[in-house]
């Protein structure tokens, strides 16, 4: 079956320090991925995607993730977090089934991020 | 241009005790997801719909019911609501070729008591 991990429930940073949260998959064929931040008491809003092609996708607020076939993962990074940065973020990855596009999101558990001042 | 909007933003039910949520969307999606979130477990879809009178479901359907009746509004019904159904319960919708790119709605906190 279908899965996503994410293997860092809680990750703590310093303001201005780089950022990876990582995001492993599982599925048969060529996955479309997304990352999404969920600030607090907020819905959940996208950060970026991968479908297809260069393999490094940029995304808003300065994020940027990259797909690597070979290890299953789809991480996402950020140069320099700024406090603001401080949220929830999920990694997800369509499934496709029956006919057409009637795909589903399938959610890993989520990445609590802290950034210290 | 609203997004996706739900109605409440909070309930707090008894146990046995019925309520509808509503989802809105004004971006003419065709498709619509019922999501819940709990703590750890990330999101989970309980029922979806790829069109206007169309409903399927999703990972954890049990205990909910769903209608589409207009193509913009999507209702949650919980028929005797448990303990066990208190969590965030979040809709989004799609486009229909968009590869599920979804919109979600700010989400709704339920608390059975």
């Known amino acids: 079956a279908q899965s996503v991990t994410q293997p860092d429930i809680h990750i703590t940073v310093s303001e201005g320090a780089s950022l990876e949260l990582r995001c492993n998959y599982s599925?048969?064929?060529?996955?479309?991925l997304f990352w999404y931040v969920q600030s607090p008491g907020q819905g959940l809003q996208l950060l970026l995607k991968?479908?297809?092609?260069?393999?490094l996708v940029q995304g808003i607020k300065g994020f940027e993730a990259e797909f690597k076939r070979s290890q299953s993962s789809f991480n996402l990074r950020k140069p320099s977090v700024h406090w603001s940065d401080a949220a929830e973020y999920f990694c997800?990855?369509?499934?496709?089934?029956?006919?057409?596009?009637?795909?589903?999101?399938?959610f890993g558990q989520g990445t609590t991020l802290q950034v210290k001042p | 241009n609203a997004g996706v909007t739900q109605t409440p933003k909070f309930r707090v039910l008894k146990t046995g005790q019925s309520m509808t949520l509503l989802c809105a969307q004004d971006?003419?999606?065709?498709?619509m997801y019922w999501y819940r979130q709990d703590p750890g477990m990330g999101l989970r879809l309980i029922h979806y719909?790829?069109?206007?009178?169309?409903?399927a479901k999703g990972e954890v359907p049990d205990g909910y019911n769903v209608s589409r009746l207009k193509k913009q509004n999507f209702l949650l019904g919980l028929e005797s609501a448990a303990p066990s159904q208190t969590s965030v319960y979040f809709c989004?919708?799609?486009?229909?070729?968009?590869?599920?790119?979804?919109?979600f709605g700010p989400g709704t906190r339920l608390t059975v008591l």
């Open positions: 599925y048969g064929a060529t996955p479309y």
């Open positions: 971006m003419n999606h065709e498709y």
């Open positions: 719909s790829v069109g206007e009178g169309t409903t």
């Open positions: 997800a990855v369509v499934t496709l089934h029956g006919s057409g596009n009637t795909g589903k999101l399938i």
């Open positions: 989004a919708s799609s486009y229909i070729d968009s590869y599920n790119e979804q919109f």
């Open positions: 991968y479908f297809s092609g260069d393999t």
